[in-house]
């Protein structure tokens, strides 16, 4: 079975710092696909990034970036020079190949302070 | 282009009644998610629908909940008699193809059961 851990349940930060949320994975597959969504207030789930598990390329998207390692089952997501419209909800979600749902965590809760 | 569009955005009805919940997904998109967030959590899946067939109901979690996609296009989830247990944000997702493809989230409808 699958599993997605995001032990952070919240957190705090003051608006400019750098955040990083910790995402733990658990599957025997060796094809699989994490994500990130966001959940701002309003209440809809946002697509953020998507890898497939032969890829541990690290990415960047603006202040965005994430850390893939498979040799610890991570998939760690940073924002740096937080703002507040960075309040949200985060999940990470793992599928496998093939015709299978998403398993998401429990989500990071993340506030921005101005 | 339009995204995921689900009716109705809130849903309150009252113990033991009849309720449909309605998804039209993104025009082209064959892969068609049921998941159901219940507060403080992530999304749990409840049924997945490639074209007009249900490929996995796995995650249903009783016999009153019920979906159709008949055209493979839009999609109604039907609960019978339901409990103030059922009482949910329920989220629809579409993706192009099943399980490796990014899904693309509606808004969600929020049932509460009185």
């Known amino acids: 079975a699958q599993k997605v851990t995001q032990a952070q349940t919240e957190i705090s930060v003051v608006e400019k710092e750098d955040v990083t949320l910790d995402c733990v994975y658990e599957?025997?597959?060796?094809?699989?696909?994490l994500f990130w969504y966001k959940q701002p207030p309003s209440g809809e789930l946002v697509f953020l990034i998507r890898?497939?598990?032969?890829?541990?390329q690290n990415e960047i998207s603006g202040r965005y970036s994430w850390n893939f390692q498979k040799s610890t089952s991570s998939f760690n997501f940073t924002i740096t020079a937080s703002q507040v419209v960075d309040s949200a909800v985060y999940f990470c979600?793992?599928?496998?190949?093939?015709?299978?749902?998403?398993?998401f965590g429990k989500g990071t809760r993340l506030s921005v302070i101005a | 282009g339009a995204g995921v569009s689900q009716t109705p955005s809130n849903k309150v009805t009252e113990k033991g009644k009849y309720v449909e919940l309605r998804c039209d997904p993104i025009?082209?998109?064959?892969?068609l998610y049921w998941y159901r967030q219940s507060l403080g959590q992530g999304p749990e899946f409840l049924i997945y629908?490639?074209?007009?067939?249900?490929?996995?109901d796995s995650g249903l979690p009783n016999d009153r909940f019920f979906a159709v996609r008949p055209e493979g296009s839009v999609s109604t989830l039907k609960i019978q008699r339901t409990e103030r247990g059922d009482s949910a944000v329920y989220l629809c997702?579409?993706?192009?193809?099943?399980?490796?493809?990014?899904?693309?989230f509606g808004p969600g409808t929020r049932l509460t059961v009185l």
């Open positions: 997702a579409s993706s192009l193809v099943g399980g490796r493809d990014t899904q693309y």
């Open positions: 599957t025997r597959d060796t094809t699989y696909y």
């Open positions: 890898r497939n598990s032969f890829d541990e």
């Open positions: 979600a793992l599928s496998l190949s093939g015709n299978t749902p998403l398993v």
């Open positions: 025009s082209g998109h064959t892969a």
């Open positions: 629908f490639q074209g007009t067939g249900a490929a996995d």
